[in-house]
């Protein structure tokens, strides 16, 4: 079965500091994808970058960037220049694909909770 | 549109009683998915459905059932509340393409006394 594990359950950055919080995953799969989730205090799950298993170069996204190292099965997300938003609770997750389509169903580490102080 | 929304926001149950949350979604998505969130937990799933008038037990289904009797409408019943599915719920949807993802809902915050 697959599973995924962030070993951070806190981080804390400085505002406009660099963070680099820690995901690994284990399947025996190849083809996937891997997502990072933010939620915040309202509880709403938003999708923050994500990234095809098949692809060697990583996804960016505005601040928000991954270190894809599929070899290692490790996920990490950097947030550049963090900002007071950006405090939240962050969930890597993965997903297996499968050609004619997949249940699509996503399985979720535990979280890291990120406090940005000012 | 809406996207995804679920009904009720907030319920406070006692143990025993029964209760049916309802996901709705606008996106003629065919895939739907009721998820758990514990403290300390990520998300776990309950149940999921693949297209209308089918569904499929997920990681953690006990004491749980589900019905998608309409495309758009998806949902999760508790027929004997136990005070550990005090949790929240969300919901999701997602369309056939391969890259898209998953469109969650606000949540459903449940108490069972």
């Known amino acids: 079965a697959q599973t995924v594990t962030q070993s951070q359950p806190e981080m804390s950055v400085q505002e406009a500091e660099t963070v680099t919080l820690s995901c690994t995953y284990d399947?025996?799969?190849?083809?996937?994808?891997l997502f990072w989730y933010k939620q915040p205090p309202s509880r709403q799950m938003i999708l923050v970058i994500r990234?095809?298993?098949?692809?060697?170069q990583n996804a960016t996204e505005n601040r928000f960037s991954v270190n894809f190292q599929k070899a290692a099965k490790s996920f990490s997300l950097k947030i550049s220049d963090s900002q007071l938003g950006d405090a939240a609770m962050y969930f890597c997750?993965?997903?297996?694909?499968?050609?004619?389509?997949?249940?699509?169903?996503?399985?979720f580490g535990k979280g890291t909770k990120l406090s940005v102080k000012p | 549109n809406a996207g995804v929304t679920q009904t009720p926001k907030f319920r406070v149950l006692k143990t025993g009683q029964s209760m049916t949350l309802l996901c709705a979604q606008d996106?003629?998505?065919?895939?739907m998915y009721w998820y758990r969130q514990d403290p300390g937990m990520g998300l776990r799933l309950i149940h999921y459905?693949?297209?209308?008038?089918?569904?499929a037990k997920g990681e953690v289904p006990d004491g749980y059932n589900v019905s998608r009797l309409k495309k758009q409408n998806f949902l999760l019943g508790l027929e004997s509340a136990a005070p550990s599915q005090t949790s929240v719920y969300f919901c999701?949807?997602?369309?056939?393409?391969?890259?898209?993802?998953?469109?969650f809902g606000p949540g459903t915050r449940l108490l069972v006394l």
């Open positions: 999701a949807s997602k369309g056939l393409v391969r890259l898209e993802t998953q469109y």
């Open positions: 399947t025996s799969e190849s083809d996937y994808y």
């Open positions: 990234q095809e298993a098949y692809k060697q």
């Open positions: 997750a993965y997903r297996r694909e499968s050609y004619g389509g997949s249940q699509g169903n996503l399985i």
């Open positions: 996106m003629n998505h065919e895939y």
């Open positions: 459905s693949v297209g209308e008038g089918t569904t």
